[in-house]
């Protein structure tokens, strides 16, 4: 298989264990995977374009649209769905996971998985949402199961070793969250439209 070919099926199968993990949750989540998945497919469908190679990484992304005036930067134009106004949803969501994935690891078991990712998202995501999109995501958290339960979903062995593989991950995590902001900020691209 070519390193291209395995790439993109390594893609597509992420993409499919995140949209399974989150049905796993119930539909009250579909609203929730169905945008980031959709987001996802954006950058998707840029990456395997006409000007794929563009977007091989984040910075030569974010330099050619730039250079190509591809980015709507004060409001809402012919660019809604660039790839770096798409990137920042995720991006932004990517603090939330953060944030969530390291109250997960440190809680007891008998912890509420709601609470935990209630507090992540009011400390993140929230700010970027209106009041309705707070609400829904509100209601969705409800329906999070303990954390016991919710890493038998997660079905990444017994509690030590999820424990063990989020400390793994986070901190690559971080770095990658790091990485994007700093560029982001670099060209005050925080707040696109
Ligand atoms: C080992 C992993 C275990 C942890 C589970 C991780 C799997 C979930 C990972 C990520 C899913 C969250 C992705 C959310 C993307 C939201 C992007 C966004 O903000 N979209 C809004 C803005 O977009 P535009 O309208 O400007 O194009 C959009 O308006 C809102 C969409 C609805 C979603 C908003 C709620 C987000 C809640 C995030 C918490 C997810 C809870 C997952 C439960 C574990």
Known sequence: MSQK??????????VLLLFRFMNSLGTAFSFISNDAVAKIQILENYRC???????FTVQSMVKYEVDHRLVDLEKRGNHYESGC???????????????????????SDDSKTSVLCSEAYN??????????VRKAAAIAFYMLPS??????IMNMGPSEKVVATLGDALPLIS?????????????CFLDLP
């Open 5 to 14: 070919v395995a790439v993109d099926a390594l893609r597509y199968i992420s």
């Open 175 to 187: 770095k990658t969250y790091d990485i994007t902001q700093e560029l982001y900020n670099q060209h």
């Open 147 to 152: 954390r016991a339960s919710f890493f038998e």
């Open 123 to 132: 400390d993140s995501l929230a700010n970027y949402h209106p009041w309705i």
């Open 85 to 107: 106004r798409t990137l920042l949803r995720l991006h932004r969501a990517l603090k939330w996971l953060q944030l969530f994935l390291e109250k997960l690891r440190v809680a």
């Open 49 to 55: 374009g006409a000007n794929g190679q563009m977007y």
